[in-house]
């Protein structure tokens, strides 16, 4: 509901799939740098590893990221955390969060994205979404009733995801706490991650969502982007 835009129906030609792994050892840096760099001590790791994993990156590109996020080769990880905030067409919110070694780069490339939107100061739309944690997670293979677990966890809200899997939200400060505590319930956890979610999200159709598609797409073609958060229903 308004939370983060992902490509539909995304391409898998070589530039298409570069630009993904691009963006899956990004992630992998940080979270080898933020913490161990042993996946078994460092759940954010483990996570990025397996959807890593999940996209087939060869072997060698992704112990290369865990190397280099933990600096354990030369020229290790200096990517900073830059979000830039403002409108799609048709006024549609949107939070764009940027992971980049070089923010000269960054900045032209998107003013220059945003032309056919609009490209706001910090604080422009990012108060009309909730900054809220969320984990995405199967039941165990014996069941569990998916808000009864919300519950016990100590999760604020449990929505249906995709493939069977559930989506739970989180106090940002209790993503870490509810993520252990749905595994200790024999839940496989996913992914967890802070998150933007819109407060008011605006539905569109027809050519309007077509141009909304469009501009989000352009975006999520630079490679230093890492997640695209859009007020859409």
Same mark, same amino acid.
Request: glycine residues 10%.
């Given at each position: 509901m308004?939370?983060?835009?992902?490509?539909?129906?995304?391409?898998?030609?070589?530039?298409?799939?570069?630009?993904?792994? =691009?963006?899956?050892?990004?992630?992998?840096?940080?979270?080898?740098?933020?913490?161990?760099?042993?996946? =078994?001590?460092?759940?954010?790791l483990r996570m990025a590893i397996d959807a890593a994993k999940k996209q087939s990156m060869p072997k060698d590109t992704l112990e290369r990221a865990i190397k280099k996020g933990a600096g354990l080769l030369d020229g290790g990880?200096?990517?900073? @955390? @830059? @979000?830039?905030?403002?409108?799609a067409p048709h006024q549609v919110p949107v939070i764009v969060e940027c992971l980049t070694d070089n923010k000269n780069r960054t900045a032209p490339n998107m003013r220059n994205?945003?032309?056919?939107?609009?490209?706001?100061?910090?604080?422009s739309v990012s108060w009309d979404f909730l900054r809220l944690g969320a984990i995405e997670a199967t039941p165990p293979p014996t069941g569990?009733?998916?808000?009864?677990?919300a519950i016990e966890a100590g999760a604020q809200n449990v929505e249906a995801g995709d493939d069977g899997q559930s989506r739970f939200f989180t106090d940002p400060t209790d993503l870490d706490t509810v993520s252990k505590a749905l595994a200790a319930r024999n839940w496989t956890v996913t992914s967890a991650a802070l998150i933007w979610q819109a407060k008011n999200p605006v539905k569109l159709d027809g050519v309007a969502q077509d141009?909304?598609?469009?501009?989000?797409?352009?975006?999520?073609?630079?490679?230093? @982007?890492?997640n695209i958060y859009v007020g859409l229903a």
């Open positions: 308004g939370a983060q835009w992902k490509q539909k129906g995304r391409e898998q030609a070589a530039d298409a799939k570069g630009r993904l792994f =691009t963006k899956l050892a990004k992630e992998i840096m940080v979270a080898a740098k933020s913490g161990s760099a042993d996946p =078994t001590a460092n759940s954010r990880a200096q990517l900073d @955390v @830059v @979000v830039y905030e403002g409108f994205l945003f032309k056919k939107g609009q490209l706001g100061a910090a604080g569990e009733d998916a808000e009864e677990a141009e909304v598609d469009s501009f989000l797409a352009a975006i999520d073609g630079d490679d230093d @982007v890492q």
